[in-house]
C-alpha cells in the first residue's frame, strides 16, 4: 500500500501504446480506465492497464488524444 506521506501526488503516469514504435502514432492509455483498442495488418489488440493502489490521475484532457499532439 502507498503511504500517504510520499511526494506522489507530485508524479503524473503517462501511458502510451501503438502499433508501431513510431510515437506519432500511439495514443494516452489510461491507467485503471477504459480499454483501448489498436489495430493494424497483424494484429486487433484491446489494451487496458491496471495498476494495484494507483490513485493518482492522468488529466482527462490527455485521453484520447495522441502521443504528438501531448508532445508539443
Do not use: W
Not at 501503438?18 to 489494451?47: F, M
Not at 493502489?53 to 502521443?67: E, K, M, R, S, W
Amino acid at each position: 500500500m502507498v503511504s500517504q506521506d510520499t511526494n506522489a501526488n507530485k508524479h503524473r503516469l503517462k501511458i502510451t501504446a501503438g502499433a508501431d514504435y513510431s510515437l506519432k502514432a500511439h495514443q494516452v492509455v489510461p491507467v485503471n480506465g477504459e480499454t483501448i483498442r489498436i489495430e493494424n495488418e497483424h494484429a486487433i489488440v484491446s489494451l487496458c492497464v491496471r495498476i494495484k493502489d494507483y490513485t493518482g490521475n492522468t488529466p482527462a484532457h490527455l485521453f484520447g488524444q495522441t502521443a504528438e499532439l501531448i508532445n508539443q
